[in-house]
């Protein structure tokens, strides 16, 4: 599965931005998809993840509340609302696809990733 992120860029403090990730592939439905951050000497960590169906949604404790995930699956897409963005929240993001539905915000268990797009918010 080839996954295309985009949508990042260049915001201030309380500013929203959406990020995208649109798959090159008819089984994208099928796939649950995550969404991962690294900042500059952190490891990389959970975002936010979705089930193949949409029906349920995982959130990092340090976004819940100002970060929405979605999806359609008629368009192959992936999405992530940022609002009230913090200078934290800087990062490159990664959209995933895979993972597993019982362990949905391990990493490991991902199978595909896109390049990843960076979210610079200022203060």
């Known amino acids: 599965v080839q996954l295309q992120a985009y949508g990042g860029g260049l915001v201030q403090a309380g500013g929203r931005l959406r990020l995208s990730c649109a798959a090159c592939?008819?089984?994208?439905?099928?796939?649950?998809m995550g969404w991962f951050r690294r900042t500059p000497g952190k490891e990389r960590e959970f975002v936010a993840a979705?089930?193949?169906?949409?029906?349920?949604?995982y959130y990092a404790d340090s976004v819940k509340g100002r970060f929405t995930i979605s999806r359609d699956n008629a368009k192959n897409t992936v999405y992530l609302q940022m609002n009230n963005l913090k200078p934290e929240d800087t990062a490159v993001y990664f959209c995933?696809?895979?993972?597993?539905?019982?362990?949905?915000?391990?990493?490991?268990?991902?199978?595909?990733w896109g390049q990843g797009t960076q979210v610079t918010v200022s203060s």
């Open positions: 995933a696809a895979g993972g597993s539905t019982s362990m949905i915000m391990a990493q490991r268990y991902y199978n595909y």
């Open positions: 592939e008819r089984t994208f439905s099928t796939y649950n």
């Open positions: 979705i089930t193949w169906r949409g029906g349920s949604t």
